[in-house]
Every structure is written in C-alpha cells, then in structure tokens.
C-alpha cells in the first residue's frame, strides 16, 4: 500500500484498529485482536502494513491524518465573549475536525487547530465555529507545509541528559 492509496484501501476493519489505537495508545496486539474480535495475525499485519505505509508513524501510535484524506491544515483564532468560554470550548469539542483548542493571551482569546478534506470542507467547519454561541469573529490561517511536526523527543533526550529544562538567555557580554 502505498501514501496515494491509504485512503481508498481502509476498510472497516482498518478504521476499527486506528480508533483502538487512538483509544488506547498502549494497546497489546493480543488485546487488539481480543477487543476487535479479529486474529492476532491479522491485527498484526495490518498494523504493519499501515506503519510501512507512513499512515501510522511514532511508535505506530500517531496517525497521518494527510494520509487518510485529511490534508487541509488550519489555525483559527477565535474572539469569543468572555462569559460564554465555556460553552465555546464544549461546543468546539464535538466538531470531529477541530483537532485542539486553546485559550490564548495577545490578539483573539481562543486558538484551534483544524482540519479538512478540502476547502469546501474547511469552510464547513469554519461555518459551524461561527455558528457557536458567544463567537464573534474568526481568523483563519492555512498551513501550507509542516516543517517540524508536533515533538517532545529533544525535551525529553535535554533532561535525559542532564541539561536545563530551557535553554539559557544568552549573556550580554562587558566590553573591553
């Protein structure tokens, strides 16, 4: 299977193995198959054949959401009224496409990652944002290209190092 044919070659029993993967990131292969009702064989070879394929990467736990038809990436900045937050954020947790939100100091009080199939898509789930109570304006920024994905593998190998949590503030030095 290759990246270009990820999408049309999923089957339910693909999709199955992706939300307990999702679900459960430290799922064994035995407990895979006992909890889907498939062979162990044929959890493992599918598991395998989505990891080859680049739709699984990480570990074989982080999914290419590209890879599945979810190629559109954007970062919408939200200004929302302050008393209706809560019910904003409940609201952005049942779009599927809004991957996280945050809440953000500087210009716009909320941020969301989004995804979509196409533009067309995008503009839906732009639309339905909108159409949350206590929103009043969007921002929308499309990512072309990801350069550096989401990572915490040199936080991590700094500590394990010895090193400091964040790197130091250079130091002005004295003339002469």
Known sequence: MNRSD??????????KILLALIRDPRIQIGELSETLGIARNTAQSRVRRMQRSGLLHD????IDLEAVGYDVVAFVTIEVNHRELDG??????????????????????????VVATDTHNLQVALRSILRVKGVIRTET?????????YRTEPLISRL???GAAAPAAPRAQKPG
């Open 59 to 62: 570990g074989g736990r982080e």
């Open 88 to 113: 904003v954020v409940g609201a952005l947790r049942l779009i599927a496409q809004v991957l996280e939100v945050h809440e953000i100091s500087g210009r716009g009080d909320v941020w969301c990652r």
């Open 160 to 162: 394990a190092l010895g």
């Open 6 to 15: 990820d999408l049309n070659s999923l089957d339910p029993t693909d999709l």
């Open 141 to 149: 920024v499309l990512a072309l290209h990801t350069h550096i994905p």
